[in-house]
């Protein structure tokens, strides 16, 4: 690509899409231009005053200009996004794109698409809205050092979380504020039930660790049963309780990942990451841990690193999957121990999971809680059953205690 021949496709002109458009307004040097606008409704009303003569609700119409290099998809929708991607990728014209949802179950696709047609997708923007995490891991991390991602990647419920434990706000309240500031979803079980961050967690995994595991096959549990019990018990403890994604590499050959509540002691960076902002600490030999702190989602931030790879295409930059080539790669394991709090009422825990060793029980009229270790193995094989209402689950960390 020269200087001046960006020419924009733009998928989508929501959240995200409107801050594309007011982000390129304001740089330049970018010189890089929207040509055409896709979207469900035409006729809806926007906040950005883009050209209406540029605006279409058929994909082809973008697919199949010859002018347009670039295709930049922010839907909100996995599937129509994919099968956009594909397309794009399949007619050689590189894609930018933030659609975690779409990334994290078509991941092997896609990158055979970029195989096959010699062409780029960039994602920076899928994972933790405005912080570089997927570029860093590809590029700088390009070695055998890296032992361990792990990080608070869901705005939304870290926000709730917050409101939680630093404002005393009750949990339905700080929803409903999380909502009304536009960081949850009206329908929020995306982020409360942690797959957003699953999502995420899946995409950087490939980045860490050159593996791609299914979604499905991650143990994913998020907030939505956390209750004032588990509040009182954690601030009995001095420890906050946050929702946790990680990857971790267990020796050479292994490395176990899930999402979960976890209590965070004040000595982790983790636990001063409050509100919307999204961190991430990275582990690794000889470097000991690096922390990336920042805005993880919202229009601007999110469009920020949109930019970013729209302006790493002019440089023809793409990703390379250089640890997907690694002679050697660490398998995933589930048969990992976690020592886990299990707060329960009319659930008898203790009868639903084997647990490997019981520490401490409690019971009382209203709530028992258990600290135990447990498989990750068994916690998936039994995840239906960990959904009843009555139970709340968060991780006691003991992976490399001392240091994350
Ligand atoms: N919001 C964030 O902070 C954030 C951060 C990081 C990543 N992301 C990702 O970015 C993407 C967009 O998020 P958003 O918050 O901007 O969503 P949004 O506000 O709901 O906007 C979605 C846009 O997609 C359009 N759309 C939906 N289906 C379409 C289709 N089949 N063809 C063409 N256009 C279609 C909609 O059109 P209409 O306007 O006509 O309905 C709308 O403009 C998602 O994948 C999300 O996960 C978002």
Not at 23 to 30: C, D, I, Q
Not at 256 to 265: H, K, L
Request: aromatic fraction near 10%.
């Amino acid at each position: 690509m020269n200087a001046t021949n960006i020419k924009i496709g733009l998928f989508g002109f929501g959240t995200v899409g409107q801050g594309i458009y007011r982000v390129l307004e304001r740089s330049a040097n970018a010189h890089a231009q929207i040509c055409r606008i896709c979207v469900r409704d035409i006729n809806k009303p926007r906040d950005v005053d883009a050209p209406r003569d540029i605006f279409t609700t058929n994909a082809d119409d973008i697919l199949n200009d010859p002018e347009v290099n670039l295709i930049v998809e922010v839907i909100d929708k996995a599937e129509p996004a994919f099968e956009i991607a594909s397309k794009a990728l399949s007619k050689g014209i590189p894609v930018v794109t933030g659609n975690k949802a779409m990334l994290a179950q078509h991941l092997p696709e896609l990158i055979e698409l970029q195989r096959k047609h010699n062409v780029a997708l960039l994602y920076d923007a899928s994972s933790c809205g405005s912080i570089p995490v997927i570029r860093n891991l590809e590029e700088y991390y390009d070695n055998d050092l890296l032992l361990e991602v792990k990080g608070i990647l869901n705005g939304s419920s870290n926000y709730i979380l917050s409101r939680v434990f630093d404002h005393g706000e009750s949990y339905d309240s700080a929803l409903r504020h999380a909502q009304e500031l536009g960081f949850a979803e009206s329908d929020p079980s995306f982020d409360i039930e942690g797959f957003d961050a699953l999502f995420k967690l899946v995409i950087i995994t490939v980045h860490a660790l050159g593996v791609y595991v299914k979604p499905d096959d991650v143990f994913t549990y998020g907030i939505a049963n956390i209750h004032d019990a588990d509040i009182q018990y954690a601030r009995e403890k001095r420890v906050k309780i946050k929702l946790v994604a990680q990857v971790v590499k267990l020796d050479q050959d292994k490395f176990t990942m899930f999402v979960m509540p976890e209590f965070v002691t004040k000595s982790k960076y983790i636990y001063s990451v409050d509100d919307e902002y999204n961190g991430v600490v990275i582990r690794g030999e000889c470097y000991d841990r690096q922390f990336m702190f920042g805005k993880g989602a919202g229009s601007l931030p999110t469009a920020s690193s949109i930019l970013s790879d729209i302006m790493a295409r002019r440089h023809d930059y793409r990703y390379e999957y250089k640890k997907m080539n690694y002679l050697s790669r660490p398998s995933y394991t589930t048969d990992v121990t976690l020592k886990v709090y299990v707060r329960f009422s009319a659930t008898n825990i203790l009868h639903v999971i084997n647990f490997e060793r019981v520490y401490e029980q409690y019971i009382s009229d209203n709530n028992n809680y258990v600290i135990a270790d447990v498989k990750l193995s068994e916690l998936i094989a039994k995840r239906e059953r960990l959904n009843a209402p009555d139970l709340f689950f968060a991780n006691i960390p003991q992976f490399y205690i001392d240091r994350d």
